[in-house]
């Protein structure tokens, strides 16, 4: 019984590991910042997954008492990844394209890199 | 094994954490700079979590929680001041 909880566990970091490694490699191998959004937002985050997913299977199969931290990890992590990502490439399209080289939106507004939003005085983000 | 398992992810992340550091060193851009960051935060939070199970005990979650937590807001912060930055001034 405890071998079966070793296996699964090691199985798991190891998928971490490789996940994580991946990510951060992407960000060295490619070649634009655009292409390096993918690298890490996701990979990495599959890696801290697993590896969350390791450490709950391990405090549960193996010490034995349920632990609930890794949830709110896992939580936080996912719901902060897609507005970092978000905000990066909004700093990237503001330092680097010009308002008329993007295209058209379909809709009443402009891009919010450029453009607020009529009657609200909400600011960017 | 699971000792094995543990170095051999501890050997992954500490290699990422380099690559992250070679990128915010000759980044080109500071998108590139934050990006970086961000995976470094990303990388040090499964450290400690991967130190967690090393140890067996369940007092690093909070640390992590944290470095999560500060993190993300230092991304947003640095990203906003990009942005405000060049739009307002």
Redesign the interface.
């Given at each position: 019984m405890p071998g079966y909880a070793e296996i699964l566990v090691s199985a798991f970091i190891v998928l971490g590991g490789l996940f994580g490694l991946v990510g951060s490699f992407g960000l060295i191998k490619l070649r634009d910042t655009m292409q390096r959004l993918h690298g890490p937002t996701k990979a990495t985050t599959l890696g801290i997954g697993s590896v969350l997913i390791a450490s709950m299977t391990y405090f549960y199969l193996i010490k034995g008492h349920v632990s609930f931290h890794e949830l709110l990890i896992t939580l936080f992590l996912f719901l902060t990844a897609p507005i970092t990502a978000n905000f990066i490439a909004k700093a990237y399209i503001t330092r680097h394209i010009r308002e008329q080289d993007l295209p058209a939106t379909s809709s009443d507004y402009g891009w919010s890199v450029y453009d607020d939003p009529p009657g609200k005085e909400t600011e960017e983000g | 094994?699971?000792t094995?398992?543990?170095l051999?992810?501890?050997?992954?992340?500490g290699?990422?954490?380099l690559?992250?550091l070679?990128?915010i060193t000759t980044g080109?851009?500071?998108?590139?700079r934050?990006?970086?960051l961000?995976?470094m935060v990303?990388?040090v939070?499964?450290l400690l979590?991967?130190y967690?199970?090393w140890k067996?005990t369940?007092v690093y979650?909070?640390a992590?929680?944290l470095v999560?937590?500060v993190g993300?807001v230092s991304?947003?912060a640095y990203?906003?001041f990009?942005?405000?930055g060049?739009?307002i001034e």
């Open positions: - | 094994m699971i094995l398992a543990l051999f992810a501890f050997v992954c992340f290699l990422g954490l690559f992250c070679w990128r080109p851009d500071n998108a590139d934050i990006l970086a961000d995976t990303i990388n939070i499964a979590v991967l967690g199970v067996g369940a979650f909070e992590s929680m999560a937590m993300f991304t947003v990203c906003r990009i942005l405000r060049d739009i």
